[in-house]
Nanobody, 126 residues
Framework: QVQLVESGGGLVQAGDSLSLSCVASGHTFSTYSMGWFRQAPGKEREFVAQIAWSGGRTYYGDSVKGRFTISRANAKNTVYLQMNSLKPEDTAVYYC???????????????????WGQGTQVTVSS
């Protein structure tokens, strides 16, 4: 049973930075791609970022390109999301996600996610 535990959410002002962390347990972390999704009230869950199992390839949603950076520390079973230049429209619950496909480096859709974290709230005030 894979468990993902996020931390680092909070309330910040527009233009500020925030870093999220997600610690995984229950699977061989280094063999699975990891990602972040977010969901704002009344909206569908949206892809934010993904990092391949090897750490050598990353993908970003168009709305966060150039502002957010995903990284991973396989020795710590942890994936990070550094969020800079935050905007009010970044307000959402952010979910950590583990790919269901081992050693896969392609893009990650919500339907490909094998395990979700419980989510952490990020609120950006204007």
């Amino acid at each position: 049973q894979v468990q993902l535990v996020e931390s680092g959410g909070g309330l910040v002002q527009a233009g500020d930075s925030l870093s999220l962390s997600c610690v995984a347990s229950g699977h061989t972390f280094s063999t699975y791609s990891m990602g972040w999704f977010r969901q704002a009230p009344g909206k569908e869950r949206e892809f934010v970022a993904q990092i391949a199992w090897s750490g050598g390839r990353t993908y970003y949603g168009d709305s966060v390109k150039g502002r957010f950076t995903i990284s991973r520390a396989n020795a710590k079973n942890t994936v990070y999301l550094q969020m800079n230049s935050l905007k009010p429209e970044d307000t959402a619950v952010y979910y950590c996600a583990a790919d269901s496909r081992k050693y896969y480096s392609g893009t990650l859709a919500a339907s490909d996610v094998g395990s979700w974290g419980q989510g952490t709230q990020v609120t950006v005030s204007s």
